[in-house]
């Protein structure tokens, strides 16, 4: 089975913090996204990235950056933690276009920021 | 930009009834995918659909991709109780990038 991994399940950081999640995924795929997830918003895509050091902008990128060093990697930054950046955060990575096997998601970071 | 609205919201029905989402695109569709999410857990891809007026079929699942592929729709006959959970649509204009649907939370009572 695809395995996507997230670092942490749960996440308290300060106002002002660089915070770090991290994603991790196993079954050499070309696709990895980062999503946010809030109540009556649905999943909101924030980066995603087809290729190794290959970055693009979601829709709600404001605040965030991205790293993809390595293929199986991909890492959300939050330059300076936000109170209105609390949320889940889950990870996804897929195979090419229009695969037939969807995104497999991680079990998703909740951060929450004080 | 591009939207994929998804209804009701919520959702609350009796274990044995039916239950139906619906999936509603601004644009034309390449393919449109469903999720679904366990209280507590993150979403499981279920199925793609790609073809105009496309049906198909999971046990009591059924999905429907219409036949402008700007709409789309996942029944449950007979709802049980591990039907619990929330239900996404994710569609794609191009087959690449795909746009989540904002959920619909079903509850079932025993």
């Known amino acids: 089975d695809v395995k996507v991994t997230q670092s942490s399940r749960y996440l308290v950081k300060r106002t002002g913090e660089k915070v770090f999640l991290e994603c991790v995924q196993d079954m050499d795929h070309e696709n990895m996204f980062w999503y946010r997830q809030d109540p009556g918003l649905g999943l909101r895509l924030i980066y995603f990235?087809?290729?190794?050091?290959?970055?693009e902008k979601g829709d709600i990128p404001e605040g965030y950056s991205v790293s993809r060093e390595k293929k199986e990697r991909f890492s959300l930054i939050l330059e300076s933690a936000s109170t209105n950046q609390t949320s889940m955060y889950l990870c996804?990575?897929?195979?090419?276009?229009?695969?037939?096997?969807?995104?497999?998601f991680g079990s998703g970071t909740r951060l929450t920021v004080v | 930009g591009q939207q994929v609205m998804q209804i009701p919201q919520y959702q609350h029905v009796q274990e044995g009834e039916d239950f139906t989402t619906y999936c509603n695109s601004s644009t034309t569709l390449s393919n449109i995918q469903w999720y679904k999410q366990r209280p507590g857990g993150h979403p499981v891809f279920l199925i793609q659909?790609?073809?105009?007026?496309e049906v198909k079929k999971q046990k009591r699942l059924t999905f429907q991709f219409g036949e402008a592929k700007k709409n789309s729709s996942l029944h449950i006959t007979a709802t049980q109780t591990t039907d619990v959970g929330t239900y996404f649509c994710?569609?794609?204009?191009?087959?690449?990038?795909?746009?989540f649907g904002t959920g619909t939370s079903l509850t079932v009572i025993p």
């Open positions: 996804a990575s897929s195979l090419g276009s229009s695969s037939n096997y969807g995104y497999t």
């Open positions: 659909l790609v073809k105009s007026g």
């Open positions: 990235s087809y290729d190794v050091k290959m970055k």
């Open positions: 994710a569609g794609s204009p191009t087959g690449n990038q795909f746009y």
